[in-house]
């Protein structure tokens, strides 16, 4: 069933139980991007005459999908795909064929070394004989502010961002980190602009929000200032912030230069936009230019976290705030997630005030490198990263069926991520290739497979 990821389905697809297969099989085409989000489904009547079901079958099948969050049910209007891009789908009825799983390429995350693991047993061998009692009996978050300020400081010099202590907000990861920044900067109904492709947590914030995305158009440097400029005047003042990931976070896997950002920065001044600057991967790619927001400090937040460059299960963020704004941040984030948890600042303290974390980041250099070369070699040049990037973005030749490409895969136990899924309007197929999730001999197969799949132009 996990390999049945296109839409729309035959007779011959549905299995017994009938309605469990029919909620598999629209799962599959919604992880796939067959099914897009807001894409209305069939009405019930006429989806159980073209499988040979009964309405009954397909109601319970709509109602399961409801439950696991991927479909709405709006009364009058119908059925509709509410899931944003995934990049993995998890419901207990959702799973491959076979005990093993697939070699998951989908999901964005650093290597996982075994540095890693060893890094977090020494520090909570250590904290078990000096745990402070803030960290187990702290309810107060300007506490934890103070007490892990200095440290959210010294990570985000590590990124090039020069930040007093009083104005960084920490949080439980990057997410909740953009989710302050957009509730404090906008109001339902406003607009935000984006890169034309963007990160994927970023639409269904949006949508939780009630906020509208604008792409603007990008060139080979990225978002063009000009545009982003004529959109905000078009938009009737509705346009608030603009949001960007410059330094290679965004599916794309771009490094945006120097004078692009500061053009960026002064076009989002003279529009009346605040920067919204996400930065998932932190100084993992090495000598980059400064942030956006270090060329407006007083419209920025800028925001970056440790799951995606030190370890997966250190969920912890860091939001630098502009000052006049920073106690409107704080409040929105009392609202919603009260303070980050103690415990794993801590850890973060561990490591970044040792030389933990930045042996850590090291060896995640040396093994995305080895990695990134790989890619190339093995999918081509058409392959879009830098050399110490998390993935590779892969455009398809024109015409070429993503969906199709992507259910082959799977049928190949490949899961990669659909280009459709990060974009914000028309857009030719590709591919998100994530590197770091897999072992490096389970990724080189997986890479041998995707290249055997694409057409033979596409490694030109």
């Given at each position: 069933m996990w390999g049945m990821s296109h839409w729309p389905l035959r007779k011959h697809d549905i299995t017994r139980p009938a309605y469990r297969s029919l909620a598999q099989g629209i799962a599959a085409a919604i992880d796939a991007g067959s099914l897009r989000p807001g894409q209305r489904l069939p009405p019930h009547r006429d989806l159980a005459w073209q499988l040979g079901v009964s309405v009954q079958t397909v109601s319970r099948a709509y109602e399961e999908l409801i439950r696991a969050d991927l479909i709405s049910g709006e009364v009058g209007r119908g059925s509709f795909v509410k899931s944003g891009p995934r990049e993995t789908i998890e419901v207990p009825w959702f799973r491959a064929p076979t005990d093993r799983p697939p070699i998951d390429l989908s999901m964005m995350t650093p290597v996982r070394l075994p540095q890693i693991a060893a890094a977090w047993s020494a520090t909570l061998i250590r904290l078990a004989d000096r745990l402070p009692e803030q960290a187990m009996m702290s309810f107060r978050p300007r506490q934890t502010m103070s007490l892990y300020g200095g440290m959210a400081a010294s990570w985000l010099a590590r990124c090039g961002m020069v930040v007093p202590a009083q104005r960084i907000l920490i949080t439980n990861g990057t997410t909740p980190a953009m989710f302050v920044a957009l509730l404090t900067v906008a109001q339902p109904g406003d607009v935000i602009a984006t890169e034309a492709?963007?990160?994927?947590?970023?639409?269904?914030?949006?949508?939780?929000?009630?906020?509208?995305?604008?792409?603007?158009?990008?060139?080979?440097?990225?978002?063009?200032?000009?545009?982003?400029?004529?959109?905000?005047?078009?938009?009737?003042?509705?346009?608030?912030?603009?949001?960007?990931?410059?330094?290679?976070?965004?599916?794309?896997?771009?490094?945006?230069?120097?004078?692009?950002?500061?053009?960026?920065?002064?076009?989002?001044?003279?529009?009346?936009?605040?920067?919204?600057?996400?930065?998932?991967?932190?100084?993992?790619?090495?000598?980059?230019?400064?942030?956006v927001s270090s060329f407006a400090p007083d419209r920025s937040f800028y925001f970056t976290g440790l799951s995606k460059c030190l370890s997966p299960g250190l969920r912890i963020g860091f939001l630098a705030m502009p000052e006049n704004l920073a106690e409107a941040a704080l409040n929105r984030h009392l609202s919603m997630a009260w303070m980050a948890t103690p415990l794993m600042a801590e850890i973060a303290q561990d490591w970044i005030a040792g030389d933990t974390a930045e042996a850590l980041l090291a060896a995640q250099r040396v093994e995305l490198a080895a990695r990134n070369r790989m890619a190339v070699r093995i999918l081509g040049p058409r392959a879009q990263g830098f050399l110490h990037g998390l993935h590779r973005w892969l455009p398809l030749p024109d015409g070429c069926d993503e969906a199709e490409v992507l259910a082959r895969a799977l049928s190949h136990q490949v899961a990669l991520a659909p280009g459709a899924g990060f974009a914000m309007g028309p857009a030719g197929p590709a591919l998100r290739v994530s590197l770091g999730g897999a072992p490096l001999r389970d990724l080189e197969q997986a890479l041998r497979i995707v290249s055997a799949l694409l057409p033979p132009d596409s490694r030109i």
């Amino acid at each position: 069933m996990w390999g049945m990821s296109h839409w729309p389905l035959r007779k011959h697809d549905i299995t017994r139980p009938a309605y469990r297969s029919l909620a598999q099989g629209i799962a599959a085409a919604i992880d796939a991007g067959s099914l897009r989000p807001g894409q209305r489904l069939p009405p019930h009547r006429d989806l159980a005459w073209q499988l040979g079901v009964s309405v009954q079958t397909v109601s319970r099948a709509y109602e399961e999908l409801i439950r696991a969050d991927l479909i709405s049910g709006e009364v009058g209007r119908g059925s509709f795909v509410k899931s944003g891009p995934r990049e993995t789908i998890e419901v207990p009825w959702f799973r491959a064929p076979t005990d093993r799983p697939p070699i998951d390429l989908s999901m964005m995350t650093p290597v996982r070394l075994p540095q890693i693991a060893a890094a977090w047993s020494a520090t909570l061998i250590r904290l078990a004989d000096r745990l402070p009692e803030q960290a187990m009996m702290s309810f107060r978050p300007r506490q934890t502010m103070s007490l892990y300020g200095g440290m959210a400081a010294s990570w985000l010099a590590r990124c090039g961002m020069v930040v007093p202590a009083q104005r960084i907000l920490i949080t439980n990861g990057t997410t909740p980190a953009m989710f302050v920044a957009l509730l404090t900067v906008a109001q339902p109904g406003d607009v935000i602009a984006t890169e034309a492709a963007t990160c994927h947590t970023l639409k269904p914030a949006a949508q939780h929000l009630h906020l509208r995305l604008k792409g603007i158009a990008c060139d080979a440097q990225g978002m063009d200032p000009e545009a982003l400029v004529a959109a905000a005047r078009a938009s009737g003042g509705r346009m608030k912030a603009v949001f960007l990931l410059p330094s290679g976070g965004g599916p794309l896997a771009q490094i945006m230069d120097r004078d692009r950002r500061e053009a960026l920065a002064q076009a989002a001044t003279r529009a009346g936009l605040m920067i919204l600057e996400s930065d998932p991967t932190g100084p993992m790619p090495p000598r980059r230019p400064q942030a956006v927001s270090s060329f407006a400090p007083d419209r920025s937040f800028y925001f970056t976290g440790l799951s995606k460059c030190l370890s997966p299960g250190l969920r912890i963020g860091f939001l630098a705030m502009p000052e006049n704004l920073a106690e409107a941040a704080l409040n929105r984030h009392l609202s919603m997630a009260w303070m980050a948890t103690p415990l794993m600042a801590e850890i973060a303290q561990d490591w970044i005030a040792g030389d933990t974390a930045e042996a850590l980041l090291a060896a995640q250099r040396v093994e995305l490198a080895a990695r990134n070369r790989m890619a190339v070699r093995i999918l081509g040049p058409r392959a879009q990263g830098f050399l110490h990037g998390l993935h590779r973005w892969l455009p398809l030749p024109d015409g070429c069926d993503e969906a199709e490409v992507l259910a082959r895969a799977l049928s190949h136990q490949v899961a990669l991520a659909p280009g459709a899924g990060f974009a914000m309007g028309p857009a030719g197929p590709a591919l998100r290739v994530s590197l770091g999730g897999a072992p490096l001999r389970d990724l080189e197969q997986a890479l041998r497979i995707v290249s055997a799949l694409l057409p033979p132009d596409s490694r030109i």
